[in-house]
């Protein structure tokens, strides 16, 4: 038995994290994942709320395993220098809740443009070595690295400790590739975070962990041979129109940890 730490996308159940925490904890999750707080997201938040979710954390004893930023989801050619400052920014709030991964993408409008994406970032990666902070790349679809491959030249060509990957079965699945099968080998050595949710070939429609074709049993068992130790975060994007102000909302949200959970425990991994 190995032991992941278990997180999750807190606004995806909620805009108030004074809602996201106890169902978090509820589900045996002890961290949360921050993308956004009471509507704002994290290169917006304020000084004063930053406080008072820090405060929130302290008082409900959750930690937080990233701050889920938008840096990156922009074009390629956009000014280089907004985009520095906000991640100088969203540092700055990784730094103020003590969390050790930023997620970050390699922007869109980039498939001719491999230059510019690595030069924008190893300048990405200057910041976080400077700050000790380590950036994750998401293989969001239709960014530069979105196939196994291209994530795989951008970590190894910008060759920094401070940048890995944040490995997302769903998001292979829909650019057509076997999450697996077509990219675990190649990568397995540069994947520090896991974001846990699935996806079918044939709409594209996220589904819970094991039901879509994302090939996550085959993913988790190879992780926990390999050793991996590090966090699972829940991130569903189950659409429930009782909640539709959010990507999921509490009940499908449980429904997500449910499944994953499930699918961790046949696997003998423990998440604590």
Do not use: C
């Amino acid at each position: 038995m190995v032991t992941w730490m278990l997180s999750g996308f807190g606004d995806e159940i909620d805009p108030d994290p004074a809602v996201q925490l106890p169902v978090l904890l509820a589900l045996g999750a002890r961290h949360v994942e921050v993308r956004s707080a009471w509507g704002v997201n994290v290169v917006d938040m304020r000084d004063e709320d930053l406080a008072r979710l820090a405060g929130l954390l302290e008082r409900h004893g959750v930690g937080v395993s990233a701050i889920a930023s938008p840096i990156g989801k922009s074009g390629v050619h956009d000014d280089p220098a907004t985009e520095q400052a906000r991640l100088e920014r969203v540092v700055a709030v990784a730094r103020r809740l003590a969390a050790p991964y930023v997620r970050i993408f390699s922007f869109y409008g980039a498939e001719d443009a491999r230059d510019v994406v690595l030069r924008r970032l190893r300048a990405f990666a200057d910041v976080a070595e400077r700050e000790s902070v380590v950036l994750v790349h998401e293989n969001e679809k239709a960014i530069y690295g979105d196939t196994p491959e291209r994530v795989l030249d951008i970590v190894e060509s910008v060759g920094s400790p401070a940048l890995r990957v944040a490995w997302d079965n769903a998001n292979f699945v829909q650019v057509g590739v076997r999450p697996f099968t077509d990219g675990y080998a190649a990568l397995r050595q540069h994947v520090a975070y896991f974001q846990v949710k699935d996806a079918r070939f044939a709409d594209g429609v996220e589904l819970p962990a094991g039901q879509g074709d994302g090939e996550l049993r085959e993913t988790i068992a190879a992780l926990r041979r390999d050793g991996f130790s590090g966090f699972a975060s829940l991130e569903p994007h189950l659409r429930d129109p009782a909640y539709p102000d959010v990507l999921t909302g509490p009940r499908r949200f449980g429904e997500a940890a449910r499944a994953f959970g499930g699918l961790a425990r046949e696997l003998d991994v423990e998440l604590a």
